[in-house]
Each structure stands twice: as structure tokens, then as C-alpha cells.
Nanobody, 125 residues
Framework: HLQLVESGGGSVQAGGSLRLSCVAS????????MGWSRQAPGKEREAVAA???????SYAESVKGRFTISKDNGKNILYLQMDHLKPEDTAKYFC???????????????????WGQGTQVTVSS
């Protein structure tokens, strides 16, 4: 069973940066595909960034060029570096994992098997 715990959220002014972390516990972590999603109040959950075990990545158009997803397999940690933050990035951010391709899941709008509890990001103008 894979467990995911996010951290690193907080409040920041527009133009600032945050780095989210997601610590995974469980077996075969390096073979899991990982991703970040977010949900703002009153809105549907939105896929933000995906990282497959072979290194393939995908990003939502709204964050391309500003967010970077990466993984430290040695420490079982997934990261989301968020730069040039905008007020519209305000949301609760969730880490997810699946043995299936995360880039494919996000492209098809499917739901990954494993989720963390989320961490709140608030960007003020």
C-alpha cells in the first residue's frame, strides 16, 4: 500500500515561488508514476503536472514554463517547484501516484489510484 504525504504549501505574493514535496512510503516507489493536481474552492480538480517512471512529463497549459515536477528516487520524494506564482494558482495541491502512466491518466482525465491529503497554496496579488 502506497502512502503519500504532501508539505511545502503556504502563502506567498504573486511572482513568488514555493516548492511542494510529497513523501511516499511503500514498495517499488521508483516504478510508480507520480503527479500533482490542484483544486480551488468551487472548482473541479485540475491535473497540474505528471511524471512517469521513464522520465516523461506533462504539464497543464496554465503552468507550463512556471512549474517543474521532479522526483528523488533515493529519498522517495516528489517535488513541484512553482515559480512566478499567480493568484489563480491558489488551490489545495494533491500528490498522486499510480503504477499506470500518469501522463496518460491525466490526458484521459482518469483518476490515479493513490492520493495524499493535500497542502494549501495561497497566492496574493
Amino acid at each position: 500500500h502506497l502512502q503519500l504525504v504532501e508539505s511545502g504549501g503556504g502563502s506567498v505574493q504573486a511572482g513568488g515561488s514555493l516548492r511542494l514535496s510529497c513523501v511516499a512510503s511503500g514498495i517499488y516507489y521508483s516504478r510508480y508514476c507520480m503527479g500533482w493536481s490542484r483544486q480551488a474552492p468551487g472548482k473541479e480538480r485540475e491535473a497540474v503536472a505528471a511524471l512517469d517512471w521513464d522520465g516523461a512529463t506533462s504539464y497543464a497549459e496554465s503552468v507550463k514554463g512556471r512549474f517543474t515536477i521532479s522526483k528523488d528516487n533515493g529519498k522517495n520524494i516528489l517535488y513541484l517547484q512553482m515559480d512566478h506564482l499567480k493568484p489563480e494558482d491558489t488551490a489545495k495541491y494533491f500528490c498522486s501516484a499510480d503504477i499506470r502512466s500518469m501522463t496518460a491518466l491525466y490526458a484521459m482525465g482518469d483518476t490515479p489510484d493513490y492520493w495524499g491529503q493535500g497542502t494549501q497554496v495561497t497566492v496574493s496579488s
